[in-house]
Structures are given as C-alpha cells and as structure tokens.
C-alpha cells in the first residue's frame, strides 16, 4: 500500500541556512502524526512545502503517490490537503460564516450547497453559535478552531495542522481534542505540530521529532519519549534557557 | 421597504428629464452617473478584491481612445466604441493583469500608477495612430439634446449595478473577499488567486473603459491629457469610493454625486476656484480621518452624531 503522504529527502535551504535537512517519513491513511521538535527546528517550513507555499530546495513530496512539490498551494489543496495556520489567518472583515463559505466553494457547485455544507461544518466544530459575527473580534480559542473549519471545508483526505492548541485555556483544549478526533473517525489523516507534549502524546499514533532540521527521531509516543536524543534536544534546550 | 430602494431609485432616474431640467443640470447629473460607472468598476477591484489601482485612467482612456479612433481612422460612428471597447480594453486589462497583479499592496498600487502614465505618454506620442496632443475630435454630435446620453449612461450604469452585484454575490464575491482579507489564507483554501485578481481587474477595467467610450461619444473631443489624467481620472475615481463608501453597493454612487456638485461649486467660487484640487486634498484627509468606510459605510455613524446633536440642540 503507497502511504498517503510521502516526504522523500526533502531540504529546504534559505540562504546558507538549512531549515531543513533530508527530512523523510510517512503518514498512512487514517494516522495521526504528531511532528514536534524545539522552537526553529524547521516544523513550519516542513508544513509550507508540503502545502507549497515552499519549493523543495532538494528532495520531492508525494500525495498519493502523485508528486506534489512544485505545484501552487491552490493547486494541492484542490488535491485534497488543507492546513492551518500557526498564526491564524481569519478573512477579518468577514463573518465566521462567510469565512467557511468562502473555502467550502472549492468543491460546492452552488452557494445553496456551499451554505449548508459550511453550516454543517460549523455545528461540527462548535462555532455555530457565532456565525454571524465578524472573524475579526472572536478569542484566539475560536479563531484556531474557525482555521479549522475553513480547512475542513474544503473537504481534505489529509490536514495540516499548525499548533492548533497553543495559547488555549484547559476547557478549549479538551474541546479542541474532541474535534481532533472526531476528524481522525471521520476519515481524514491529521499530520499535527504541538508544543503541548500532553494533547502529543495522546492523539498521535506516531511522532515525528525534528530538531534542527533534521529527523532525530520517530516512532509511537513510548518509544519517542524514551528516546535519548529526544530527551537531550528538549532538555538541552531547556538547560540552556 | 429595502428591497425596493433599487427599482424606486431607478423609476425616479428614469423620469428625471421630465422634469425640465436645465441643459446645465443634465449635463452635471450625466457626470455623475459616468462617475458612479467609474466608481462601481474601481471599487469591485480595489474595495471588494482589495487591489488598490492608481491607474484606471489607464483603462477608461483605452475606451475612450477605442472609440475615437474608429470614428477617426475607420469613418464608422463613435457609439461602435462602446461594443468594441469590451473587447480591447479587456485584452488590455488581461496584459495589464498579467503584468501588475505579481505584485502585492503598495506595489501594485504604483504599478498601475505607471501604467496610466505610460499609456497617456504612448497616446501623445503615437501621432500618426492618436493624433497626439491635439487630439481627437467628434465633428458630428449625434443628438443636440442631452436626454439620449442621459439614458445611454443610465443603460450602462444599471448594467455596472446589476453585473457588480451578481459578482459580489456569487462565488466570486466571496473569493474576491477572500483574497482581500488574506491572499496566502485564501491560496491554501485553494483559490487560485492569480487567476480571480485577474477577473476582479478585467471586469472592472471593462467597465471603467465603458464609460470611456461614452465619454468621447458625448464629450465629442478627447486627448491624452484628459483621458489618461492621473489626478483628474485615477485619483479621483479612488477619491468617489473613499468619499461613497469602500466596499458598498451605493458607495460609488453617493461619491459621485457629491464629488461631481463639489467639484462644480468650487470651481464657480471667485479666486478658490482654481484650488479646487487642494480642497480635495483637505476633504479626502477628514474623510480618512472621520469616515474611513465613507458616508455609506459609516451612515450609522453620522446618524448617530446628528440624533446627538438634536438632542443637544432640544435639552439647550
């Protein structure tokens, strides 16, 4: 079986830099990947090529076996992968529900279609109650599960999803988990970054743990926290601060 | 009572000349209406799409210029200008689109700046095709009273109405909306951005370049200095939407009428008058500062200052 997504060497240099460096794994249909790693240990710019806001500097990305990198975000999300964005991006002056509108007119052939798939989504990620109000004044717990919604109206195989949970309370987090998994059961395959190694470590079927570009580790949640590399790269930072 | 307004609005406009109006009043009230044509077509891309352009002289000179030329070069009358300059002036904003839209924010701002400018300079210097300077002008007028142009702008601005408001209430609406908010959001929403920046401008400059072509037609001479002008076409069709309202269906409208009167009433005061630009200037300052979504966009506001007033005026 070809897994659903598939990184394959892939670098990505800015400058002299490397953000990242000969990163490769897989996510299989119906996983959730948690990738973590330290601050600036290249986790976004993993998420920009794959969505491909990013070229590749060296190294290819497949989706179903079909290489993606090189083609224009647009073009990818058609292709079935959305994201979320670390630092949310609402459509400010529209409302939540014209914001889920917006994205769900990827796939609805009509507004009457695009209305209700939006609404549906909405009661799903429990922001019905708000629809009618600008993006612009909702609390950060809201904004992250509205970039949520907007992915998921687009009607994904696989999500992207960018520290979703940093900056929530304990009663959003646990909401926030909820929908999660409710996505999971849906069908649709999660590749997540999270600083929070609790919410991590109980989603994820597997981790991926990057630092400093490159893959120090990956496996099922025991195994990566008993990982010593992993350990160092967190309380070598830790120690350092 | 709402959903009314349009129809009534359009019944009154429709009986206007019946009224006996002046030839002077007739000739304002049709600037007017060229002006809400320009304002609607600047405001789908700059107010909706969020693509602030400098330089719509540039398209409402190509019709303008469309229609001139035929007259001039090919002897077939003016009005062919109108149907024709859909069809130039779109494959320009295609080519402009192509050209500016790469660039973001202020960046396509002044792209289209110099757009105007380079085809105001090309339109004075391609004498043999423009005439240059001198210009061009319409030795017949097809009517000698002004009622047959009234109806013709009104034709064509109830078409601008009609076509901005089905886009802004279809998909491309909300797309347009999008990308104005946030382009990367809607990229990886999966909106081709290129591609929808690209039909905001062309439907917008195909409007704009409309009520160019109505312009020669009715104005009965053009030259590159008129028609291409950056302060009297481009900042003042930015100047309508700010005034009117950014990002309204009436805005345009309501920017015209009252920058077309104002515009008029200046210039007729003595020694003033001819610093009509520099009250522009101080107007478009206190509109930023007092009304930034303009008279329509913040009409609550400014009726809630005058209920205050009264109140103030009936307690005193």
């Known amino acids: ?241 | 009572m709402k959903r009314y307004a349009p129809y009534i609005i359009l019944l009154v406009l429709a009986l206007l000349p019946f009224l006996g109006l002046s030839t002077y009043m007739m000739h304002i009230i049709i600037l007017m209406i060229m002006w809400a044509v320009i304002g609607m077509a600047w405001n789908l891309l700059g107010g909706y799409c969020g693509q602030v352009s400098f330089g719509h002289a540039a398209f409402f000179g190509v019709g303008a210029y469309t229609a001139g030329i035929i007259y001039f070069k090919l002897g077939v009358s003016a009005w062919w200008g109108l149907p024709l300059s859909v069809l130039v002036v779109a494959v320009e904003g295609v080519i402009i689109g192509f050209i500016c839209l790469r660039l973001r924010g202020p960046f396509f701002a002044l792209a289209t700046l110099a757009m105007g400018e380079v085809l105001r300079v090309t339109a004075e210097n391609l004498r043999d095709f423009t005439q240059g300077t001198l210009g061009i002008l319409i030795k017949e007028r097809t009517w000698v009273e002004k009622i047959w142009y009234y109806y013709i702008i009104l034709a064509i601005a109830v078409l601008s109405y009609v076509v901005v408001k089905k886009v802004i209430e279809s998909k491309l609406g909300y797309y347009f909306v999008a990308i104005r908010e946030d382009q990367d959001a809607a990229e990886s929403l999966g909106i081709n951005t290129t591609l929808y920046k690209t039909i905001a401008l062309v439907i917008s400059a195909v409007l704009t370049g409309l009520a160019g072509a109505f312009y020669t037609n009715y104005m009965g001479y053009i030259d590159p200095e008129v028609v291409f002008a950056l302060h009297d076409i481009s900042i003042i069709t930015i100047m309508i939407v700010m005034v009117g309202g950014v990002a309204t269906y009436w805005g345009p409208a309501v920017g015209a009428g009252i920058m077309v009167l104002l515009a008029e009433w200046i210039r007729s005061l003595p020694r003033i008058g001819t610093a009509h630009q520099t009250l522009f200037g101080i107007l478009l300052i206190l509109i930023i500062i007092f009304l930034p979504n303009g008279i329509v966009g913040d009409f609550s506001k400014i009726k809630r200052a005058l209920a205050m007033r009264r109140k103030l005026d009936t307690t005193t």
């Open chain 1, 1 to 241: 079986m070809t897994p659903l997504l598939e990184i394959k060497k892939v670098s990505r240099f800015f400058g002299g830099l490397a953000a990242v460096m000969d990163v490769s794994f897989q996510v299989n249909q119906g996983e959730i990947v948690g990738l973590i790693g330290p601050n600036g240990a290249g986790k976004t710019t993993l998420f920009n090529v794959i969505n491909g806001f990013y070229k590749p500097s060296r190294g290819d990305v497949f989706f179903k076996g079909k290489r993606i990198s090189g083609l224009k975000p647009h073009q990818i999300c058609r292709l079935g992968i959305a994201r979320t964005f670390q630092v949310v991006k609402p459509l400010q002056r529209m409302t939540v529900l014209d914001n889920v509108v917006a994205s769900a007119y990827l796939r609805a052939k009509s507004k009457k279609e695009a209305v209700s798939k939006a609404i549906d989504i909405l009661h799903f990620t429990d922001l019905y109650e708000e629809r009618d109000k600008l993006s612009k004044g909702l609390p950060l717990g809201m904004r992250k599960r509205l970039e949520i919604a907007r992915a998921l109206a687009t009607e994904p195989e696989m999500l992207l999803l960018d520290e979703s949970f940093a900056g929530l309370n304990p009663a959003e987090l646990d909401r926030s988990i909820e929908i999660i998994k409710k996505i999971r059961d849906s069908g649709i395959t999660i590749l997540i970054i999270e600083h929070h190694m609790k919410v991590i470590m109980s989603i994820s079927d597997r981790i991926v743990v990057l630092n400093y570009g490159e893959k120090i580790a990956e496996g099922t949640p025991e195994e990566v926290g008993n990982n010593p590399l992993v350990i160092e790269a967190y309380l070598g930072e830790a120690a350092s601060a």
